[in-house]
Nanobody, 126 residues
């Protein structure tokens, strides 16, 4: 049974950092793409970053490039999203998602992913 559990969200001030974790179970990371998405109130869910299991290729939303990094720990079957220099517009519920590598072509498009976690709230105050 595939399961994704996010953690690490919280309330921070602008300019501060947070690290989100996505713990996966029921599959191994090396065969899947893991994506991070976020959804602010009243807005569409948007792709923030992804990392490919087989080759480690990463993608980032333009607005987070240079501030966010994504990494994985295969031994812990966990993917991390390090978020630095946070801005109020980064506020939202952050979700991780998984899709079979090779079946995903647009890595920041939510419809490409099959499995989702329940999300963790990130709030950045100004």
């Amino acid at each position: 049974q595939v399961q994704l559990v996010e953690s690490g969200g919280g309330l921070v001030q602008a300019g501060e950092s947070l690290t989100l974790s996505c713990a996966a179970s029921g599959f191994t990371l090396d065969r899947y793409v893991i994506g991070w998405f976020r959804q602010a109130p009243g807005k569409e869910r948007e792709g923030v970053s992804s990392i490919s299991g087989p080759d480690g290729v990463t993608y980032f939303l333009d607005s987070v490039k240079g501030r966010f990094t994504i990494s994985r720990d295969n031994a812990k079957n966990t993917v991390y999203l390090q978020m630095n220099s946070l801005k109020p517009e980064d506020t939202g519920v952050y979700y991780c998602a998984a899709g079979v590598a090779g079946s995903i072509t647009l890595h920041l498009l939510r419809y490409e992913y099959d499995y989702w976690g329940l999300g963790t709230q990130v709030t950045v105050s100004s």
